[in-house]
Structure formats: C-alpha cells, structure tokens
C-alpha cells in the first residue's frame, strides 16, 4: 500500500505542479493543494500513516538543508539587524492579536494567549521554496527572512517554555531551555567553522562512490538530529549544516547531487503531508471562526514584520516582500497546535479550526510570494 501511496505522491505533485506554472502561480502552490485533493479531506487516496510523515520530515529537512546550501552568509551577517527587527515585530504583531481574539472568544488569558503564541510562528520551508522558483533566494530580502525566521523559532520556543512553566502543572526551566539554546548554537558555530571543512576534506579522498555527497548528508541529519536534542526545530539545524558546507569548496558538486535526491522524491512527499491535515468535517461550523483568525494571521505577520523590516532601511515594496514571506505557519505551528491540545493550553473544540488556519496561511504565501516579488522586480526595472 506504501508503494502505492508514493507512486499516487509523485505522479500528483508533478501534475499538479505543472498546473500551477501554466496558470503563473509557483508550482509548490498546486503541490500544497493536491495533498488536500488527495488525502482524507476529499478523494482519501493518502490517508497518511507514520511512514509518510517520516518520509515528509525527511523532506523538509533536505528543503531547508538545499536553502542553507543557497545562502550568502556575508548577506546573512549584513541583514542580521533587520532579521531581528523582522522577527521582532512578527512576534508582537499576531502575539497581541491572537491574544485579543482569544479574549473575544472568551477564552482564559492563558488559552488567549496560547493562541496568539501559536500565531507568532514562523515556518519558512515554504517560503524558500517558493523564492528558490522565483529566482530570489540569494537576495537581500531572502536573506532577511531566513534569519529572522531562525531568530523567530527560538523566540517563539522560549515563550512556549515560560508558558508551560507558568501556566501548567509540567516543569519546564526557563533556564534550562536558554541554555540549551545557547548550548545549540555555540556547537554550531564552532562546528560549522572548524569541524565542518576539515570533514568534507577528509571524506573526499575516499574511494568509495559518493563519498562528499553522503559526508553532507551525514552532517544534514546530524545537526538537524543536534538542533532537535537542544529543543531548536530540526529544520534550523539542516539550514545551518546547509549553510557550514557552502563555506567549502564542496558547496556546488553538493547542491547540484542532493537536488535531484530532495526534489524528486522526499520534498513532494513533505507538501503533500501538509495537507493530510486538512479535514471539512464540522467545518461549517466554525467558518467565521477560521475566517477570522487566518486574516488576523497574515495581517500581523505582513505588518509587524514588514514594520520591522521598513525600520531597517527596506523600501515599502521590499518590505512588504519580507512580510509575506513570514506569513507561513506550516509545520512549526502544527508541532506548538499538538503541544497546547496535550498541555490542555488548546481547547480540542477548537484545535481543528486552527490546523485549517495554519494550512490557510502556509497556501497563501506562495502566490502572495509571487505577486509582491513580481511588482518588486517591475519596481527595480523602472529604476533602472
């Protein structure tokens, strides 16, 4: 049945794909879309079981490993200050408007502000994708927003923390969780800097086939393993692999073999798990609530992070640019969304709702990507 599954995954995504390009949308839209068609929400062909999710992680982590692999460190040092402000004010932004509508709602303060927490995330898989078609990864205002989204987990995992260490019966150390934070990064960098080269050389000289490609895919898995073991989001992890490697020589024979490897196997899988999620059932009950809640997710996210970014010297467009491209909840909001329901900080009456926001806000951002950057590049031209 497995093989069946995947044989229906990839046949899928690659027509459904195509579909999206004819109609000058970025073909990562129709494979998001087709994981609804064909999963439990309609026909039910995928009704996705562990192996599909497991495959899916595997996916997204050689996503962001490739965008990792794609970036400019210098331009990721150069922008850190509007990453910060980006982050900061994507942040605050849905922070206080999930808190308010919770209040609207007549949640508890502790649930209202569960919510805007869960609002606060920030999964920039799909974003990624979505600038890689369009020829915008290596810009300026892609590099903003992959940092900020770096900075954005962390802060948004330390609320978590304080929030379960408050809020509920669980023990969870505010101090433990920083540290561990610090512990991540501070291994990263020395590792990333020392280790990370002098492996990828030694590794070359053998013999055996592939050996450079398999020594990246060891280090992809073994910082993503890292980064989840010290409570970071494993895909930050594969990004700062991704990222230590395209500092070698190695960077291009790595990108040009993992590619085929990501694309036509594991990262189809991974869009089309993001809609597995997906369920109508009850849904027309809840509709002004899912309404509701997706405009104040992609409004707080375009305003305070394109605020953050306008402060730091982007222009109007640009800015309004790196805000789209925090708009994606995908799966880091999923993984807060199953963490509330269990800590008893997300109402099951509600919990289907928000997995439709979040699945709302992940398929608005690859056309809202395309429309902002497309008037942007009209901008550049008549510039020049």
Request: glycine share 10%; aromatic share 8%; hydrophobic share 55%.
């Amino acid at each position: 049945m497995l093989f069946v599954e995947i044989l229906i995954i990839l046949l899928a995504t690659k027509v459904a794909g195509e579909i999206s390009i004819r109609l000058g949308q970025p073909a990562v839209l129709g494979k998001l879309l087709i994981g609804i068609i064909i999963g439990p929400a309609v026909f039910g062909w995928i009704q996705g079981s562990d192996m599909i999710r497991q495959l899916s992680e595997i996916g997204v982590i050689l996503l962001m490993f490739i965008a990792g692999l794609e970036t400019d460190i210098r331009s990721l040092h150069q922008n850190r200050n509007s990453s910060i402000a980006v982050a900061v004010g994507g942040i605050i932004f849905p922070l206080l408007g999930g808190y308010l509508v919770g209040l609207g709602m007549e949640l508890s303060q502790s649930h209202a502000l569960f919510l805007g927490l869960l609002l606060s995330a920030t999964s920039v898989s799909i974003s990624a994708q979505t600038l890689k078609e369009l020829g915008h990864l290596k810009s300026r205002e892609s590099a903003t927003i992959l940092g900020a989204a770096v900075l954005d987990d962390i802060l948004v995992v330390i609320g978590l923390a304080v929030m379960m260490s408050l809020l509920t019966t669980g023990e969870v150390s505010l101090g433990v969780v920083l540290l561990k934070k610090l512990a991540f990064f501070v291994t990263i960098g020395l590792l990333g800097w020392k280790i990370v080269p002098w492996v990828m050389k030694k590794f070359s000289f053998w013999r055996v086939s592939e050996s450079v490609v398999s020594t990246a895919l060891v280090l992809c898995f073994f910082f993503a393993y890292l980064a989840e073991s010290l409570g970071v989001a494993a895909i930050i992890g594969a990004f700062a692999a991704g990222v230590s490697i395209s500092q070698t020589p190695y960077r291009h024979s790595v990108e040009q073999k993992i590619e085929p490897i990501a694309y036509a196997f594991f990262v189809p899988i991974f869009f089309v798990s993001i809609g597995l999620s997906v369920s109508f059932a009850g849904m027309e009950s809840q509709l002004l609530l899912i309404v509701g809640l997706t405009i104040i997710a992609v409004l707080t996210k375009l305003i305070g992070s394109g605020l953050g970014a306008r402060l730091t010297g982007f222009r109007r467009r640009s800015a309004l640019g790196i805000g789209a491209g925090m708009v994606s909840r995908g799966e880091v909001a999923l993984i807060i969304a199953a963490i509330g329901l269990e800590s008893h900080l997300l109402k099951q009456e509600y919990f289907t709702a928000i997995i439709t926001v979040v699945i709302l806000t992940t398929l608005i951002t690859p056309p809202l990507l395309k429309k902002v950057f497309a008037k942007l590049e009209a901008d550049h031209e008549t510039d020049i």
